[in-house]
């Protein structure tokens, strides 16, 4: 049976220069950074490689880079560490109503360590209302989050206005930017950020190694403490194999932007023009604020989880919108933020694709999912034909 890999905003394959890239340093050159003999040097060298690699990925110097354990570690020191720097000058944070829970989590912890935050509306396509924002803006606001592309829905935020909202009111900003680095340009300085969040395994690099940008100049307190690593940001000795294959997925992703994401594009919008031609569907999110790999897509009557397992039976990876909390099954917040009924957000699916998919992928899910979905239909007691 053919397998149709299309969850790639979850996770994705390690490319081969990466794999390679990151090899010898397992069990070779298997030294820690901090040591001073040669291999330790040799470490200490590959990580600053990296180091380069993803700096220029961003447009970056390589002292506004450090290395962490993900995504999540990232957005975490970014919104608690800017949050708990900045304390005496205020205690307000705006984010928006659909960030990744790496960010949401840390700005709910924050409401309980005293801070206020103001989640930002999003419209029904998912942009974030830059009128919002501005009316959001106090003198106690120390805190700007807003992701550059969504998980979920793919949509792309206007960065670089609310980054001169950011700046003309002196507040740091910093962006989620683990979906865009690969997809849309990313450049620090044009996005106007002082913060930004990456990770490894999004990109075609390995899990459990991210990066964050902090501008000079940006204070950030640490929000674990131990050997004082990465600057004191990111204590603990530095996962050199998942920094260099982290370095090489940034040093590719730029490279080659253009081409990849004009690949992605093509299969996204014949996924997306394929399936939208049947009545009982529509596409959620922006059509044109997209991220290149992203179909989001509504299926009236029938349940996201059970489309998601028929497909899987057909070698097709896809998942629903919504992430269901282990407890219950809870509609995506982002999907509810748009202004969607639970039973319609219940009823999503995304599949985002990458690279390593083709043209005869997509007609393989084009050939199979209106069956899948006439099935779910006729058992669904929210259907009725006539
Ligand atoms: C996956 C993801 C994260 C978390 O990254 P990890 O490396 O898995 O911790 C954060 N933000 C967004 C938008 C993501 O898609």
Redesign the pocket.
Known sequence: MRQVYLDN?ATTQVSDEVLDAMLPYFNRSFGNASSLYQMGRQAAEAMEKAREQVANAIGADTKEVIFTS????S?NIAVIGAAHAMREHGNHIITSTIE?P?VMEPCRHLEKEGYEVTYLPVDCEGIVSLDALNDAVTPNTILISV?HVN?EIGTIQPIEEIGRVAKENDILFHT?A??SLGKIPVDVDDLGVDLL?L?G??IHGPKGI?ALFVRKGTRVKAVEYGGGQERGLRSGTENIPGIVGMGQACEAAARDLEKNAAHMTRLRDKLIDGITKEEYVRLNGSRTMRSPNNANLSFHYIEGESLVLMLDMKGVEASTGSACSSKELQASHVLLALGMPPEQAHGSLRFTNSIYNTEEDIDYVLDVLPDIVQKLMAMSPLYKPY
Do not use: I, L, P, R
């Open positions: 905003a993900g995504g999540t570690e957005d990744h790496a992701m998980n989620d683990v979906q969040s990770s395994h999004k991210g």
